[in-house]
Protein backbone atom coordinates (compact mmCIF):
# COMPACT_ATOMS: atom_id res chain seq x y z
CA UNK A 1 0.00 0.00 0.00
CA UNK A 2 3.01 1.91 0.90
CA UNK A 3 4.33 1.65 -2.51
CA UNK A 4 1.26 2.78 -4.55
CA UNK A 5 0.36 5.62 -2.30
CA UNK A 6 4.25 6.91 -3.31
CA UNK A 7 4.04 6.16 -6.60
CA UNK A 8 1.11 7.62 -7.71
CA UNK A 9 0.97 10.66 -5.19
CA UNK A 10 4.65 11.45 -5.61
CA UNK A 11 2.79 12.07 -9.85
CA UNK A 12 0.42 14.26 -8.28
CA UNK A 13 1.61 18.19 -7.55
CA UNK A 14 0.66 20.15 -4.52
CA UNK A 15 -0.78 23.22 -6.11
CA UNK A 16 -3.45 20.89 -8.33
CA UNK A 17 -5.29 24.56 -8.48
CA UNK A 18 -2.91 26.26 -11.17
CA UNK A 19 -3.93 23.78 -13.66
CA UNK A 20 -8.02 24.99 -13.78
CA UNK A 21 -9.47 26.70 -16.68
CA UNK A 22 -9.77 30.25 -16.88
CA UNK A 23 -13.08 30.51 -17.15
CA UNK A 24 -13.81 27.92 -13.89
CA UNK A 25 -16.50 29.71 -12.19
CA UNK A 26 -14.81 31.09 -8.92
CA UNK A 27 -17.13 29.18 -6.49
CA UNK A 28 -15.80 26.10 -7.94
CA UNK A 29 -12.00 27.19 -7.39
CA UNK A 30 -13.13 27.98 -3.73
CA UNK A 31 -15.02 24.94 -3.08
CA UNK A 32 -11.64 22.79 -4.52
CA UNK A 33 -9.35 25.05 -2.14
CA UNK A 34 -11.15 24.57 0.94
CA UNK A 35 -11.24 20.23 -0.48
CA UNK A 36 -7.36 20.43 -0.50
CA UNK A 37 -7.04 22.77 2.54
CA UNK A 38 -8.80 21.02 4.90
CA UNK A 39 -8.78 17.25 3.46
CA UNK A 40 -12.11 17.10 2.75
CA UNK A 41 -13.54 15.20 0.42
CA UNK A 42 -16.99 16.32 0.48
CA UNK A 43 -16.51 19.47 -1.17
CA UNK A 44 -14.46 18.06 -4.01
CA UNK A 45 -17.39 15.41 -4.36
CA UNK A 46 -20.22 18.45 -4.70
CA UNK A 47 -17.81 19.90 -7.74
CA UNK A 48 -17.19 16.36 -9.45
CA UNK A 49 -21.24 15.92 -9.20
CA UNK A 50 -22.42 19.68 -10.54
CA UNK A 51 -20.10 18.99 -13.40
CA UNK A 52 -21.13 15.66 -13.96
CA UNK A 53 -24.44 17.28 -14.22
CA UNK A 54 -23.25 20.03 -16.87
CA UNK A 55 -21.40 17.39 -18.84
CA UNK A 56 -24.55 15.11 -19.12
CA UNK A 57 -26.98 18.08 -20.14
CA UNK A 58 -27.06 18.10 -23.86
CA UNK A 59 -24.68 16.43 -26.70
CA UNK A 60 -21.40 15.49 -25.89
CA UNK A 61 -20.21 17.08 -28.97
CA UNK A 62 -21.42 20.27 -27.59
CA UNK A 63 -19.52 20.23 -24.32
CA UNK A 64 -16.60 22.77 -23.52
CA UNK A 65 -13.16 21.03 -22.96
CA UNK A 66 -12.66 23.42 -20.03
CA UNK A 67 -15.49 22.10 -18.45
CA UNK A 68 -13.86 18.23 -18.99
CA UNK A 69 -10.61 19.73 -17.80
CA UNK A 70 -11.61 20.95 -14.70
CA UNK A 71 -13.75 17.16 -13.79
CA UNK A 72 -10.57 16.48 -14.57
CA UNK A 73 -8.29 18.42 -11.89
CA UNK A 74 -11.09 18.37 -9.16
CA UNK A 75 -10.66 14.02 -9.94
CA UNK A 76 -7.25 14.31 -9.10
CA UNK A 77 -7.85 16.28 -6.47
CA UNK A 78 -10.36 13.76 -5.19
CA UNK A 79 -7.28 11.01 -5.79
CA UNK A 80 -4.83 12.91 -3.76
CA UNK A 81 -7.17 13.09 -0.73
CA UNK A 82 -7.84 9.46 -1.28
CA UNK A 83 -4.49 8.44 -0.99
CA UNK A 84 -3.93 10.27 2.32
CA UNK A 85 -6.96 8.06 3.64
CA UNK A 86 -5.04 5.19 2.69
CA UNK A 87 -2.20 5.88 5.08
CA UNK A 88 -4.86 6.29 7.63
CA UNK A 89 -6.65 3.51 7.08
CA UNK A 90 -4.45 0.80 6.00
CA UNK A 91 -7.29 -1.96 6.47
CA UNK A 92 -9.14 -0.84 3.78
CA UNK A 93 -6.65 -1.12 1.19
CA UNK A 94 -8.67 -3.22 -1.40
CA UNK A 95 -11.87 -0.78 -1.24
CA UNK A 96 -9.74 2.04 -1.26
CA UNK A 97 -8.11 0.87 -4.54
CA UNK A 98 -10.85 0.09 -6.26
CA UNK A 99 -12.38 3.55 -5.45
CA UNK A 100 -8.85 5.30 -6.66
CA UNK A 101 -8.94 3.16 -9.91
CA UNK A 102 -12.99 4.26 -10.19
CA UNK A 103 -12.20 7.67 -10.03
CA UNK A 104 -8.81 7.94 -12.39
CA UNK A 105 -11.23 6.10 -14.88
CA UNK A 106 -14.20 8.52 -14.44
CA UNK A 107 -11.58 11.01 -15.29
CA UNK A 108 -10.60 9.34 -18.38
CA UNK A 109 -13.99 9.10 -19.23
CA UNK A 110 -15.59 12.21 -18.71
CA UNK A 111 -12.83 14.93 -18.60
CA UNK A 112 -9.65 15.94 -21.12
CA UNK A 113 -6.17 16.09 -20.70
CA UNK A 114 -4.26 19.08 -18.75
CA UNK A 115 -1.57 21.01 -20.22
CA UNK A 116 1.83 20.03 -19.05
CA UNK A 117 3.03 19.51 -16.31
CA UNK A 118 -0.01 18.42 -15.07
CA UNK A 119 -0.15 14.38 -14.28
CA UNK A 120 -1.45 12.19 -16.90
CA UNK A 121 -4.50 9.99 -15.68
CA UNK A 122 -3.54 7.20 -17.85
CA UNK A 123 -0.14 6.87 -16.34
CA UNK A 124 -1.89 7.05 -12.67
CA UNK A 125 -4.46 4.39 -14.18
CA UNK A 126 -1.83 1.95 -15.22
CA UNK A 127 0.20 2.13 -12.21
CA UNK A 128 -2.36 1.04 -9.63
CA UNK A 129 -4.00 -1.24 -12.27
CA UNK A 130 -0.54 -3.17 -12.23
CA UNK A 131 -0.69 -3.31 -8.62
CA UNK A 132 -4.56 -3.95 -7.58
CA UNK A 133 -5.46 -7.17 -6.40
CA UNK A 134 -6.84 -9.24 -8.91
CA UNK A 135 -9.95 -10.72 -7.24
CA UNK A 136 -11.55 -11.90 -10.50
CA UNK A 137 -10.63 -16.03 -11.72
CA UNK A 138 -9.62 -15.59 -15.23
CA UNK A 139 -9.01 -18.51 -17.64
CA UNK A 140 -7.78 -18.68 -20.99
CA UNK A 141 -10.67 -18.60 -23.11
CA UNK A 142 -10.40 -21.94 -25.62
CA UNK A 143 -11.08 -22.17 -29.19
CA UNK A 144 -13.11 -24.63 -28.34
CA UNK A 145 -15.24 -22.76 -26.14
CA UNK A 146 -15.34 -19.83 -28.87
CA UNK A 147 -17.26 -23.08 -31.22
CA UNK A 148 -19.30 -24.34 -28.94
CA UNK A 149 -21.02 -20.77 -28.10
CA UNK A 150 -21.37 -20.15 -32.01
CA UNK A 151 -24.66 -19.83 -34.42
CA UNK A 152 -24.57 -20.20 -37.74
CA UNK A 153 -24.98 -16.98 -40.25
CA UNK A 154 -27.71 -19.41 -41.76
CA UNK A 155 -29.82 -19.55 -38.89
CA UNK A 156 -30.25 -16.27 -38.61
CA UNK A 157 -33.92 -15.16 -39.17
CA UNK A 158 -35.10 -12.73 -42.08
CA UNK A 159 -33.12 -11.50 -45.13
CA UNK A 160 -29.50 -12.72 -46.42
CA UNK A 161 -27.41 -10.90 -49.40
CA UNK A 162 -25.10 -11.53 -52.29
CA UNK A 163 -21.16 -12.23 -50.46
CA UNK A 164 -19.06 -8.78 -50.17
CA UNK A 165 -15.76 -9.53 -52.53
CA UNK A 166 -12.72 -10.66 -50.55
CA UNK A 167 -9.55 -9.44 -51.45
CA UNK A 168 -5.90 -10.57 -49.84
CA UNK A 169 -4.01 -7.80 -48.05
CA UNK A 170 -4.70 -5.29 -51.21
CA UNK A 171 -1.84 -2.67 -52.10
CA UNK A 172 -2.57 0.82 -51.16
CA UNK A 173 -2.86 1.92 -54.61
CA UNK A 174 -5.21 -0.97 -55.29
CA UNK A 175 -7.69 -0.61 -52.30
CA UNK A 176 -7.21 3.33 -53.35
CA UNK A 177 -8.64 2.45 -56.61
CA UNK A 178 -10.88 -0.46 -56.69
CA UNK A 179 -12.57 0.32 -52.76
CA UNK A 180 -11.92 3.52 -51.34
CA UNK A 181 -12.29 5.85 -54.26
CA UNK A 182 -15.36 4.46 -55.40
CA UNK A 183 -16.82 3.17 -52.22
CA UNK A 184 -17.24 -0.21 -52.83
CA UNK A 185 -17.39 -2.40 -49.10
CA UNK A 186 -14.79 -5.29 -49.31
CA UNK A 187 -13.47 -8.15 -46.76
CA UNK A 188 -10.00 -7.70 -46.45
CA UNK A 189 -7.57 -10.97 -45.20
CA UNK A 190 -4.11 -11.38 -44.37
CA UNK A 191 -3.60 -8.21 -43.08
CA UNK A 192 -3.89 -9.04 -39.35
CA UNK A 193 -1.34 -11.40 -38.19
CA UNK A 194 1.18 -9.40 -36.76
CA UNK A 195 -1.16 -7.95 -34.25
CA UNK A 196 0.20 -9.06 -30.97
CA UNK A 197 -4.06 -9.14 -29.30
CA UNK A 198 -4.72 -12.08 -32.09
CA UNK A 199 -2.82 -14.35 -29.57
CA UNK A 200 -3.27 -12.16 -26.22
CA UNK A 201 -6.21 -11.19 -26.33
CA UNK A 202 -7.98 -14.82 -26.34
CA UNK A 203 -6.24 -15.02 -23.10
CA UNK A 204 -8.77 -13.27 -20.52
CA UNK A 205 -5.80 -13.81 -17.85
CA UNK A 206 -4.31 -11.70 -19.67
CA UNK A 207 -6.99 -8.88 -20.11
CA UNK A 208 -7.74 -9.33 -16.59
CA UNK A 209 -3.91 -8.65 -15.85
CA UNK A 210 -4.80 -5.35 -18.20
CA UNK A 211 -7.90 -4.04 -18.24
CA UNK A 212 -9.66 -6.06 -15.23
CA UNK A 213 -10.45 -3.31 -12.39
CA UNK A 214 -10.58 -0.87 -15.06
CA UNK A 215 -14.50 0.80 -15.33
CA UNK A 216 -16.17 0.97 -18.70
CA UNK A 217 -19.65 1.79 -19.53
CA UNK A 218 -21.42 -1.36 -20.94
CA UNK A 219 -24.70 -1.74 -22.84
CA UNK A 220 -27.48 -3.92 -21.34
CA UNK A 221 -30.67 -5.33 -23.48
CA UNK A 222 -30.73 -6.33 -27.27
CA UNK A 223 -29.30 -3.33 -28.83
CA UNK A 224 -30.15 1.16 -28.34
CA UNK A 225 -33.07 1.15 -30.15
CA UNK A 226 -34.57 -1.94 -27.83
CA UNK A 227 -37.19 -0.31 -25.13
CA UNK A 228 -35.41 -2.14 -22.22
CA UNK A 229 -31.73 -0.73 -23.54
CA UNK A 230 -29.85 0.59 -20.52
CA UNK A 231 -26.13 1.19 -19.64
CA UNK A 232 -24.17 0.40 -16.32
CA UNK A 233 -20.79 1.53 -15.55
CA UNK A 234 -18.32 -2.00 -14.29
CA UNK A 235 -15.38 -2.94 -14.14
CA UNK A 236 -13.83 -4.98 -17.47
CA UNK A 237 -13.29 -8.22 -14.91
CA UNK A 238 -17.03 -7.90 -13.48
CA UNK A 239 -17.64 -7.91 -17.40
CA UNK A 240 -16.05 -10.64 -18.48
CA UNK A 241 -17.05 -13.09 -15.49
CA UNK A 242 -20.74 -12.08 -15.92
CA UNK A 243 -21.83 -11.49 -19.35
CA UNK A 244 -18.86 -12.74 -21.70
CA UNK A 245 -18.12 -16.35 -19.87
CA UNK A 246 -21.13 -16.62 -18.28
CA UNK A 247 -23.71 -14.72 -20.30
CA UNK A 248 -27.12 -17.12 -19.06
CA UNK A 249 -26.15 -15.30 -15.29
CA UNK A 250 -26.95 -12.23 -16.83
CA UNK A 251 -30.58 -10.76 -17.50
CA UNK A 252 -29.61 -9.16 -20.15
CA UNK A 253 -27.25 -8.92 -23.05
CA UNK A 254 -24.36 -7.30 -22.41
CA UNK A 255 -21.97 -5.67 -24.65
CA UNK A 256 -18.13 -3.21 -24.43
CA UNK A 257 -19.74 -1.17 -27.61
CA UNK A 258 -18.20 1.57 -29.07
CA UNK A 259 -15.96 2.55 -26.66
CA UNK A 260 -12.60 4.22 -26.76
CA UNK A 261 -11.04 1.44 -24.65
CA UNK A 262 -7.77 2.06 -26.09
CA UNK A 263 -7.61 5.81 -25.21
CA UNK A 264 -8.67 4.89 -21.54
CA UNK A 265 -6.01 2.02 -21.45
CA UNK A 266 -3.32 2.58 -23.77
CA UNK A 267 -1.26 -0.81 -22.54
CA UNK A 268 -3.91 -2.29 -24.83
CA UNK A 269 -3.51 0.12 -27.88
CA UNK A 270 0.20 -1.54 -27.99
CA UNK A 271 -1.85 -5.08 -28.36
CA UNK A 272 -3.30 -4.01 -32.20
CA UNK A 273 -1.90 -1.92 -35.39
CA UNK A 274 -3.72 0.88 -37.20
CA UNK A 275 -4.10 -0.27 -40.59
CA UNK A 276 -1.88 1.57 -43.48
CA UNK A 277 -5.26 2.19 -45.34
CA UNK A 278 -5.98 4.37 -43.02
CA UNK A 279 -3.68 6.86 -43.96
CA UNK A 280 -5.92 7.48 -47.06
CA UNK A 281 -7.89 10.17 -47.57
CA UNK A 282 -11.11 11.41 -49.55
CA UNK A 283 -9.99 14.52 -50.58
CA UNK A 284 -7.22 13.38 -53.02
CA UNK A 285 -5.04 10.55 -53.30
CA UNK A 286 -2.00 11.84 -52.48
CA UNK A 287 -2.74 13.55 -49.62
CA UNK A 288 -2.56 11.21 -46.52
CA UNK A 289 -4.92 11.53 -43.34
CA UNK A 290 -3.11 13.96 -40.95
CA UNK A 291 -4.48 12.68 -37.77
CA UNK A 292 -4.80 9.10 -36.54
CA UNK A 293 -8.36 7.35 -36.43
CA UNK A 294 -10.97 6.81 -34.09
CA UNK A 295 -10.61 3.61 -32.69
CA UNK A 296 -13.22 1.87 -30.44
CA UNK A 297 -13.60 -1.77 -29.10
CA UNK A 298 -16.76 -4.10 -29.44
CA UNK A 299 -16.66 -6.83 -27.16
CA UNK A 300 -19.16 -9.05 -26.01
CA UNK A 301 -20.79 -12.51 -26.23
CA UNK A 302 -22.86 -14.30 -28.93
CA UNK A 303 -25.74 -12.39 -29.96
CA UNK A 304 -24.90 -8.83 -29.64
CA UNK A 305 -26.25 -6.81 -32.25
CA UNK A 306 -25.97 -3.10 -33.59
CA UNK A 307 -28.84 -1.93 -35.45
CA UNK A 308 -28.84 -1.16 -39.27
CA UNK A 309 -27.34 2.29 -39.43
CA UNK A 310 -24.79 4.08 -41.39
CA UNK A 311 -21.22 5.84 -40.50
CA UNK A 312 -20.77 9.65 -42.27
CA UNK A 313 -16.26 7.95 -42.24
CA UNK A 314 -14.86 5.26 -43.45
CA UNK A 315 -14.65 2.46 -41.50
CA UNK A 316 -12.92 -0.52 -40.79
CA UNK A 317 -14.08 -3.45 -38.87
CA UNK A 318 -10.98 -5.58 -37.60
CA UNK A 319 -12.38 -8.97 -36.29
CA UNK A 320 -9.72 -10.33 -33.34
CA UNK A 321 -12.18 -12.62 -31.35
CA UNK A 322 -14.83 -14.83 -32.85
CA UNK A 323 -17.02 -14.34 -35.83
CA UNK A 324 -19.86 -11.57 -36.55
CA UNK A 325 -22.45 -11.70 -39.78
CA UNK A 326 -23.10 -8.32 -41.66
CA UNK A 327 -25.33 -6.83 -43.60
CA UNK A 328 -24.93 -4.23 -46.08
CA UNK A 329 -27.26 -1.94 -47.75
CA UNK A 330 -26.02 1.07 -50.57
CA UNK A 331 -26.81 4.66 -49.74
CA UNK A 332 -28.85 4.44 -52.84
CA UNK A 333 -31.16 2.36 -50.80
CA UNK A 334 -31.50 4.81 -47.67
CA UNK A 335 -35.54 5.44 -48.50
CA UNK A 336 -35.92 2.07 -48.96
CA UNK A 337 -34.76 1.64 -44.91
CA UNK A 338 -37.04 3.97 -43.54
CA UNK A 339 -34.52 6.27 -41.36
CA UNK A 340 -36.58 8.57 -38.82
CA UNK A 341 -36.29 11.99 -40.27
CA UNK A 342 -35.79 13.53 -37.09
CA UNK A 343 -34.31 12.61 -33.76
CA UNK A 344 -31.52 11.62 -32.39
CA UNK A 345 -31.37 8.17 -34.25
CA UNK A 346 -32.10 9.58 -38.01
CA UNK A 347 -28.48 7.32 -38.99
CA UNK A 348 -31.12 4.36 -38.15
CA UNK A 349 -33.02 2.38 -40.11
CA UNK A 350 -36.41 1.25 -38.95
CA UNK A 351 -36.37 -1.59 -40.53
CA UNK A 352 -35.24 -4.55 -38.94
CA UNK A 353 -33.82 -6.95 -41.85
CA UNK A 354 -33.95 -9.84 -39.15
CA UNK A 355 -37.77 -9.55 -38.71
CA UNK A 356 -38.72 -7.10 -42.10
CA UNK A 357 -42.10 -6.00 -41.43
CA UNK A 358 -43.17 -5.33 -45.60
CA UNK A 359 -46.76 -4.25 -44.59
CA UNK A 360 -45.45 -1.44 -42.55
CA UNK A 361 -42.18 -0.99 -44.89
CA UNK A 362 -43.08 -1.97 -48.29
CA UNK A 363 -40.11 -0.45 -50.46
CA UNK A 364 -37.78 -2.85 -48.71
CA UNK A 365 -38.88 -5.64 -50.58
CA UNK A 366 -37.24 -4.09 -53.80
CA UNK A 367 -33.69 -3.64 -52.36
CA UNK A 368 -30.76 -6.44 -52.04
CA UNK A 369 -28.62 -6.53 -49.35
CA UNK A 370 -24.75 -7.93 -49.32
CA UNK A 371 -23.13 -9.92 -46.36
CA UNK A 372 -20.25 -11.44 -45.35
CA UNK A 373 -19.14 -13.24 -41.57
CA UNK A 374 -16.23 -12.28 -40.45
CA UNK A 375 -13.65 -14.24 -39.17
CA UNK A 376 -10.71 -13.88 -36.90
CA UNK A 377 -8.14 -12.06 -38.80
CA UNK A 378 -10.31 -10.24 -41.30
CA UNK A 379 -11.65 -7.00 -41.91
CA UNK A 380 -14.26 -5.80 -43.42
CA UNK A 381 -13.84 -2.17 -44.99
CA UNK A 382 -17.54 -0.03 -44.77
CA UNK A 383 -17.24 2.81 -46.91
CA UNK A 384 -19.22 6.39 -45.74
CA UNK A 385 -23.10 6.06 -45.79
CA UNK A 386 -23.34 2.12 -46.05
CA UNK A 387 -25.73 0.77 -43.96
CA UNK A 388 -24.84 -2.05 -41.89
CA UNK A 389 -26.31 -4.63 -39.14
CA UNK A 390 -23.87 -6.51 -37.23
CA UNK A 391 -24.37 -9.62 -35.37
CA UNK A 392 -22.02 -11.46 -33.23
CA UNK A 393 -21.84 -15.39 -33.80
CA UNK A 394 -20.25 -16.18 -30.77
CA UNK A 395 -17.97 -14.83 -28.19
CA UNK A 396 -16.50 -11.49 -29.81
CA UNK A 397 -14.23 -8.73 -30.04
CA UNK A 398 -13.77 -6.13 -32.91
CA UNK A 399 -11.87 -3.56 -33.58
CA UNK A 400 -13.52 -0.24 -35.54
CA UNK A 401 -11.43 2.08 -36.94
CA UNK A 402 -12.97 5.71 -38.42
CA UNK A 403 -11.89 8.33 -40.60
CA UNK A 404 -12.46 10.86 -42.85
Not at 216 to 229: A, K, Q, S, T
Amino acid sequence: METIVKLIGGLIPDDLLSFLPKEVHPATVYLLRVALNHQNSGYVDAVLDFTWEQLNTGHWFNVPVWLRQVYTVAALIKVKLSLSEMQDEPSEETIMHQNVMEILDMGLLLGAPLAAPAPDLSDLARILSENISKDVDMKPLAVSEIKRQRLLASDISGVHGTPVPTVECPSLESFYAMYFKPLVPVKITGCMSHWPAMERWTDFTYLQAKAGARTVPVELGPHYLHPDWSQKLMTVGTFIKDYVRNPESGKDVGYLAQHPLFDQIPELKDDIRIPDYCCLSSEDKNEEQSEDPDINAWFGPQGTVTPLHYDPKHNLLAQVIGEKRVLLYSPTDSDALYPPKSGLVTNTAQVDPEAPDYESFPLYKEISAMETVLLPGEMLYIPPGWWHHVRALSTSFSVSFWWM
